[in-house]
T-cell receptor, first 111, second 114 residues
Framework: QQQVKQSPQSLIVQKGGISIINCAYENTAFDYFPWYQQFPGKGPALLIAIRPDVSEKKEGRFTISFNKSAKQFSLHIMDSQPGDSATYFCAASKGGNQFYFGTGTSLTVIP | GAGVSQSPSNKVTEKGKDVELRCDPISGHTALYWYRQSLGQGLEFLIYFQGNSAPDKSGLPSDRFSAERTGGSVSTLTIQRTQQEDSAVYLC????????????FGQGTRLTVV
């Protein structure tokens, strides 16, 4: 059973546009929701993370929106740049234990 | 080193051979994870170690796969009698093992079975 569902599978955005990736989870005990960015040939690296006691977290051009009642969270990339082209994974964990990852979104930002 | 280290970075092996993949986690991290990533695909969970607890092996795809973690530090993933479908990037990650902390990934080992 997929603990975290992610969409879309792929996304193409024009430079300067907004990229939006969505995730949904089932387990209300999850208490930490990170987003990872992966470039080809590299391991995933933490981009931004949120706890369920806040509804939004912003770091530069990257924002996580969190809807606890709907059990959904999303990543927004403002002013998308070609250098943002990568695969993005959402994840969820409980108490620092097992991380459950979404299936990933391949983002391409067209110059 | 400061990060998660995996070796080898690349491994080509013949079908039917056994392979061992190594992961050196960040010092002090109690949790260690192995994932498999096929070309262009997501992260497939394999196994999870947390401190001295029994590992969660629920993601291992067959009994040809096994993993150990010695002394709560270095981990080895062993694949016996490799098959072509085992070809993938094997990623290791570690974390401090308490709430609100991220998992740090290594660069992965690219395994090719020919």
């Amino acid at each position: 059973q997929q603990q975290v569902k992610q969409s879309p599978q792929s996304l193409i955005v024009q430079k300067g546009g907004i990229s939006i990736i969505n995730c949904a989870y089932e387990n209300t005990a999850f208490d930490y929701f990170p987003w990872y960015q992966q470039f080809p040939g590299k391991g995933p690296a933490l981009l931004i993370a949120i706890r369920p006691d806040v509804s939004e977290k912003k770091e530069g051009r990257f924002t996580i929106s969190f809807n606890k009642s709907a059990k959904q969270f999303s990543l927004h990339i403002m002013d998308s740049q070609p250098g943002d082209s990568a695969t993005y994974f959402c994840a969820a964990s409980k108490g620092g234990n097992q991380f459950y990852f979404g299936t990933g979104t391949s983002l391409t930002v067209i110059p | 080193g400061a990060g998660v280290s995996q070796s080898p970075s690349n491994k080509v092996t013949e079908k039917g051979k056994d392979v061992e993949l190594r992961c050196d986690p960040i010092s002090g991290h109690t949790a260690l994870y192995w994932y498999r990533q096929s070309l262009g695909q997501g992260l497939e969970f394999l196994i999870y170690f947390q401190g001295n607890s029994a590992p969660d092996k629920s993601g291992l795809p067959s009994d040809r796969f096994s993993a150990e973690r010695t002394g709560g530090s270095v981990s080895t993933l062993t694949i016996q009698r490799t098959q072509q479908e085992d070809s993938a990037v094997y990623l290791c990650a570690s974390s401090p093992g308490h709430a609100n902390t991220e998992a740090f990934f290594g660069q992965g080992t690219r395994l090719t079975v020919v």
